[in-house]
């Protein structure tokens, strides 16, 4: 880390001051005259050999506390000069938001473990980032909103895997599909999406990109509000990123081209999953995908980097006083 | 009008005991040599008189011993030698002005004198000045010697140089007078031995030393000090050394003792007054030591 003096004039008109002072101090001619009780026969005194040792001690004494005096001030001078280092500032405001958005039809359960299972390995990862996770199915549940908290995350997630796998334990037994069937039908993927974009809670004031991983066959069955077109451009209108995971893309049918468009159509991607691409992969390529968003270039700031510097001073000041007090200058 | 002797005498019943009052002027009366043998009257005796006044059939008669007195002979000259130079004017040991001090000496003594009818003189002198005052036997005469005492020692006055002042009394004093040298912690110097030497040859002489104040700064003494000769003052810092205080309490006793010393030597009798309210005891002590050193 290089440090470089911002004001270097104040280091020299401080040095100089100080100088000045002390030159001042010294060859001025002491006009003044001793005043205190009148004695006689100080030669009694004067004219000890004892004395002018002790003479010579005092004087050296006040010529430590004149040199620490300027010293002091030289370092003073040098904090005041600013020393300061560049500092590059990486802004929390672009740290991303994802939503997991797990279509938890019969047919999707396996994948969505895994999904959750990939999440849970990254959330140990992450920093600045936040999480949540909505669950649909006929209606959508919100399993838990956006959250730095990476323990809850990791909590949340372990726990909805373990659901969707059948492995929960005796004592956290909880219906995971409670509320995703409230709607007409099954799988409303676009009303689902929909529900996912809204949930970016700040949608107007944050800054932050957003993104949905929607894992879903997009087979819709039943009347939905919205279709997923329309859910497309909610989020296009949000800027929120669509990543859509199919297991179920046979490739070239409706649905998953449906699927594939509005992906695509919102800046995100769409990954078929197939026997080139696992979760894990796909989740990596969402990953970097989204890193172009967010490398924006770090801001630069001068900032000031006295380190030890006024500790110096400090100390010197107090050595200059502690000689003041033994001296009784 | 006598503001100056009321103050001596009043120092003088305050810090005396009556008995030692009278002590005081048996003493005094007993130190001059030569007396006239025209009988004056039977006083009670008093420590310190003369045995050999001791009238023993009055003294048979009245069941308490009684000393003949008898009227003067001659006058006797007591001549006030006093330094007049700006040391006087310093701070004596006990705080107070040295020059107090020695007006206070000068008082006791002169009023002794007066009161055995003797005659007081004074010679004042420091190295620019010589100042006297013929010798006089009354207490308006040494009123006035108090107060030019008073006038003509000051901060700013010429430096002190007791020796010119006492090679001026030897020159001058012809008569043969008491002599008292108020003087203070001067060094005892080669040129103080041969004057007063000389000076005790003609005359008697008493020594008496105005205690000069301590230059160190002991039990949280903040004071600051300045010397009267030079205007420097002395640093805190070096009055508290404790190496310093020992040498130059080494060197105060050493210098102490070869001023006594050396005017013991000459057969005068000294003694060193540190504050008003030891004054009288210590003066009553030199009154005492020169009626023993004389024999």
């Known amino acids: 880390m290089d440090v470089t003096l911002l004001w270097p004039w104040a280091l020299a008109a401080l040095s100089a001051v100080a100088l000045g002072l002390a030159l001042v101090g010294l060859l001025l001619p002491r006009r003044r005259r001793d005043r205190g009780l009148p004695v006689a026969h100080v030669d009694r005194l004067t004219g000890l050999a004892a004395f002018r040792r002790a003479l010579l001690r005092y004087r050296l004494w006040i010529a430590g506390a004149l040199l620490a005096s300027i010293g002091g001030a030289v370092v003073a001078g040098a904090v005041a000069a600013r020393p300061s280092g560049v500092h590059a500032n990486q802004e929390d405001d672009y740290k991303r938001d994802i939503l997991l958005c797990l279509d938890v039809s019969g047919s999707m359960v396996d994948v969505d473990a895994e999904i959750l299972r990939v999440y849970q390995q990254l959330a140990s990862e992450l920093d600045g980032e936040r999480i949540g996770m909505r669950i649909f199915d006929a209606s959508s549940v919100m399993a838990f909103p956006l959250t730095s908290d990476y323990d809850y995350i990791a909590a949340q997630l372990g726990r909805y895997e373990r659901a969707l796998t059948g492995t929960l334990g005796p004592d956290e037994q909880f219906n995971y599909l409670a509320g995703t069937a409230n709607g007409l039908g099954a799988s409303l993927v676009g009303d689902g999406l929909a529900s996912c974009v809204l949930d970016f809670a700040d949608l107007e004031a944050s800054e932050r990109p957003r993104s949905v991983i929607l894992a879903t066959d997009n087979v819709v069955n039943g009347q939905q509000i919205f279709t997923l077109p329309q859910a497309g451009q909610l989020a296009v209108d949000h800027e929120v990123r669509v990543y859509a995971i199919n297991p179920f893309d046979w490739g070239g049918d409706m649905a998953s081209q449906e699927l594939r468009d509005v992906a695509e159509g919102t800046g995100g991607a769409y990954f078929p999953l197939d026997f080139a691409q696992t979760v894990p992969q796909i989740v990596d390529r969402v990953s970097a995908i989204e890193a172009g968003y967010i490398e924006t270039p770090p801001r630069i700031q001068v900032v000031d980097r006295p380190g030890a510097l006024p500790l110096a001073v400090l100390v010197v000041v107090g050595l200059v006083c502690a000689i003041a007090a033994r001296a009784r200058l | ?295």
């Open chain 2, 1 to 295: 009008m006598e503001r100056r002797l009321r103050k001596v005498r009043t120092t003088m019943s305050i810090h005396a005991h009556r008995r030692t009052l009278e002590l005081l002027d048996g003493e005094y009366a007993s130190i001059h040599h030569g007396r006239s043998h025209d009988f004056d009257d039977l006083r009670e005796y008093q420590p310190g008189d003369e045995v050999k006044d001791i009238d023993w059939k009055a003294t048979a008669r009245s069941h308490v011993p009684l000393v003949k007195r008898y009227i003067a002979s001659r006058q006797h000259t007591v001549l006030l030698v006093v330094d007049s130079g700006r040391n006087m004017a310093a701070t004596a040991e006990s705080g107070e002005s040295k020059r107090e001090l020695a007006i206070l000496v000068a008082g006791v003594l002169g009023y002794l004198a007066i009161r055995h009818g003797d005659r007081v003189a004074l010679l004042m002198g420091d190295a620019e000045r010589r100042e006297d005052m013929p010798e006089g036997g009354s207490e308006a005469h040494l009123e006035r010697m108090l107060r030019r005492i008073d006038a003509a020692v000051a901060l700013d006055g010429p430096h002190s140089h007791l020796e010119a002042v006492l090679e001026h009394a030897v020159r001058r004093m012809r008569r043969r007078s008491l002599i008292v040298v108020i003087a203070d912690d001067l060094a005892y110097t080669h040129d103080l031995d041969v004057h007063l030497g000389r000076l005790h040859a003609r005359h008697e002489v008493l020594w008496v030393s105005i205690g000069d104040a301590d230059l160190m700064a002991r039990a949280r003494d903040e004071r600051q000090l300045v010397g009267v000769d030079t205007g420097i003052g002395l640093p805190a810092f070096l009055r508290r050394d404790r190496g310093l205080r020992r040498a130059f309490d080494a060197a105060i006793a050493e210098r102490r003792a070869r001023l006594e010393e050396g005017v013991r030597s000459l057969g005068i009798a000294s003694v060193r007054v540190s504050s008003s309210e030891t004054a009288i005891g210590s003066l009553f002590r030199l009154l005492e030591r020169h009626r023993r050193a004389r024999r």
